[in-house]
């Protein structure tokens, strides 16, 4: 029971971390940091914007993907095109989660 007990929570874990993982991988901390503005907002930042859309993380995913300027700033962020859409769908929901 115990065994099951850890894998559970190793599981629950795991996407924090990959998706860190993945904002690393992708150099999206570059521009973005958890809690202040860098040159682009802050995932809090985004997290608020987006707070209590229904299709907030879909909506997220694709300006992932696509890129796009204007909704921070007048500096564009360049488009992600090469992240699959799995990966863009994580990202999205661990900003929405605040990047905890």
């Keep these: ?3 099951l007990i850890i894998a559970a ?4 874990a795991t996407p ?4 860190k993982e993945l904002a690393t991988k992708n150099a999206c901390l570059a521009c973005h940091a958890t809690d ?9 930042d985004v997290s ?3 707070a209590g859309q229904k299709d907030a993380e879909a909506t997220l ?3 992932i993907k696509a890129g ?4 921070w700033g ?15 769908k994580t990202l999205a929901a661990w900003v929405l989660a605040g990047a905890k």
């Design 36 to 44: 202040k503005k860098l040159v682009g907002p802050s995932y809090q």
């Design 74 to 88: 007048p500096v564009p962020m360049p488009a992600q095109a090469a992240l699959s859409d799995a990966d863009a």
């Design 68 to 71: 796009g300027s204007g909704k």
């Design 61 to 63: 995913a694709k300006s």
């Design 9 to 12: 929570a190793v599981l629950a």
């Design 48 to 50: 608020k914007k987006y």
């Design 1 to 3: 029971m115990k065994v």
């Design 16 to 19: 924090v971390f990959a998706s």
